[in-house]
């Protein structure tokens, strides 16, 4: 009797061992982390991309689950690309570690949906497009063009303020070709005998320019040809106030 009494203390401790064994290093280094890894599997082929890329980033040591974790990330990424959310989907992107080549499939989508915009004239929504991509992008040296194409829509349509506000947000690289854009649509009011226009435009031109000398000497050159055409045409009063707006 003493002797089954001793057996069953020995295997009540021998089992509380076990239990402790099991509990507090068997569970959770063996058997949850492959429940958790298995629940991340079925959540990645679910579609559920986000919670199965955290749940794997919390097993990193565990069979392949950091290369898993990548993996649920890009697809993340690729599904709110698809859905139109191109900021969340640069955030997945960078989380997933992806190829510049990856990330830069945002930017042109952002390049695309500003070119858009501008061609529809919506000049803010353009920019804030614009705004989005990545400052190393190969984009942004395009970014120039489209905006003085819109501003020159602007000019032609007389909303010289939509315009300027366009062309300063150009590079100084850009100013050479954007003063020769505001001296064109000057000789063009010039033309139209809208001397106001003609002035502001001149203006502009010359705020641009990085040789006022040559600038002015063309203004000029403008305004006296324009004077001798209303000369010729019999029309004195107009010559005069052309030849008082010389700079």
């Given at each position: ?73 890009l697809s993340a990424g690729d599904a709110s690309f ?136 063309g203004v000029n050159s403008l305004w006296n040809d ?22």
């Amino acid at each position: 009797m003493r002797k089954l009494f001793f057996v069953l203390i020995l295997m009540g401790a021998l089992l509380l061992i076990f239990a402790g064994v099991f509990a507090f290093w068997l569970y959770p280094s063996r058997v949850r982390p492959l429940h958790e890894y298995r629940d991340a599997v079925a959540l990645a082929e679910a579609g559920d991309y986000v919670p199965a890329a955290l749940q794997f980033e919390t097993m990193k040591d565990y069979a392949d689950s950091a290369e898993r974790a990548k993996r649920a990330w890009l697809s993340a990424g690729d599904a709110s690309f698809d859905g139109g959310d191109l900021a969340q989907a640069r955030t997945y992107y960078l989380k997933a570690g992806a190829s510049s080549e990856v990330l830069s499939k945002v930017d042109s989508a952002y390049y695309q949906l500003g070119v858009k915009a501008y061609a529809e004239n919506e000049r803010v929504e353009a920019e804030n497009c614009f705004s989005c991509i990545s400052h190393g992008s190969s984009y942004i040296a395009l970014l120039d063009p489209v905006r003085m194409s819109a501003a020159e829509r602007f000019l032609e349509s007389g909303d010289y303020d939509s315009a300027g506000k366009v062309f300063h947000l150009c590079g100084e690289s850009s100013y050479e070709e954007i003063a020769g854009i505001w001296l064109e649509c000057g000789k063009a009011r010039l033309e139209a005998s809208d001397l106001d226009s003609a002035s502001y435009c001149f203006a502009k031109a010359m705020a641009y320019t990085g040789d006022e000398a040559a600038m002015k000497s063309g203004v000029n050159s403008l305004w006296n040809d324009a004077a001798l055409a209303a000369r010729r045409n019999g029309d004195e009063a107009l010559a005069q106030k052309c030849l008082e707006r010389r700079l």
